[in-house]
């Protein structure tokens, strides 16, 4: 007798309980070997004062059984909320996006009847590490954090599973025109890890024009890899052009636990009306068994499912005149691909798992050489608002701590002082950067002097970030203009 694989499973909010039982009904009948531990989430939780949403025993079931099926949850609207989705896979490590994208023409309408893309995107920080500060009356921040070794580990997540489900390119997206630090690190590690896997066809597309290439002509791409808010974007994009969002499945792999969801919400309007399609949700469901190591189960399964969409058995949200033969509810789609199980596809491609490859993941490199790090300035931010730019810098010029002095003033990032143009628009933010000669050496007691000193001409400072070089290379930004 097979040993049952524990999971633990959450049905969700507004379709999501519907969805979760057809998914349940039908890898349960085509034999999935699963011991089911049934969670708590979503918008009662939260409404019970649980800010996570999710109950202390749920985090216990997952921590235990390392395999988390989640139905869509309704995060209540209004602040004070945090992202369940994002908490659990930050919590739980989980740093790999997979969200495969295919198509199923002639049976699904779809102007790309050859896309088979998969995108893969990094799940824990970018601008989703949800660090955000309002620091004046009218400018607010979000931080964009990007690590080394957040980027090595997606990175080469992404050319494993090229190189482990035959796929033949890996294309990077990114923004490092702009963002020449955070989306440039992601780049170079993208190069550098690239190298080592000679057999994949690389390349690298600037994310505005990759969408627009990525939605034009879809069958041109593979495996695409990306950060964080890229990836979540162009991954509803690709989905939707592939036939609907609503059939997509994804999975959330972090070295010891995942999760696997739909990726559409949970659609509040339609439920309990008995017409959500459980498609997506049944497609984690498969990548889940896949993952566990049941592979003719899942095979059973997607097999099963695309002979029903090619007999035309659909619902509501695929149905298409002249295609479809049947419009059918939650219910009567589930026994249909249950009625299926064991039979093959004449027109859309069968599937076969096979046991995976190994995958070589990412590793702690213990003896990484650290760069030789120098402190050369300040970047002092301001809340003010009671003249030009060039009365801020006759002001601040007067500054000063040691070494440190007066070097540029910049409003959202474009220079206004010294030499700024009239017309630039300025709010009440300003950074006032700070910085010494090129030989001189700035120590930290420079910068608790130079704030005194800005506090005490009448200036609101409101953060600062030290400017470093690293191996002599700038560690902070140039200033546009």
Known sequence: MIEKTPISVAYGDGIGPEIMEATLKIILAAGASIEIETVEIGEKVYLRGIETGMEPSAWDSLRRTRVFLKAPITTPQGGGYKSLNVTTRKALGLYANVRPCISYHPFIRTKHPSMNIVIIRENEEDLYGGIEHRQTEQVYQCLKLITRPGSEKIIRYAFEYARTNNRKKVTCFVKDNIMKLTDGLFHKVFDEIAGEYPDIVNEMWIVDIGAAKLADKPENFDVIVTPNLYGDILSDVAAQIAGSVGLAGSANIGDQCAMFEA???????HAGQNVANPSGLLHAAIMMLVHIGQYKVATRIFNAWLKTIEDGIHTYDIYNEGISVQKVSTTEFTDAIIRRLGEMPKVLKPVSY???????????????????????????FLDWERGSPDDLGMALSKVSAGPLKLHV???????????????????????????GNDDTIIQPYHLVELLKHVIEAGFDCIKTENLYLFDGIPGFSAVHG
């Open 263 to 269: 990726i559409h919400g949970s659609a509040p309007r």
């Open 354 to 380: 096979e046991s995976s490859k190994p995958m070589i993941l990412w590793k702690k490199d213990e003896h990484h050489k650290k760069s030789i790090k120098r402190l050369v300035g300040v970047d002092v």
């Open 409 to 435: 003033i910049t409003n959202r990032g474009i220079k206004v002082w010294p030499n700024g143009l009239p017309e630039t628009f300025c709010t009440d933010h300003w950074r006032c950067r700070f910085m």
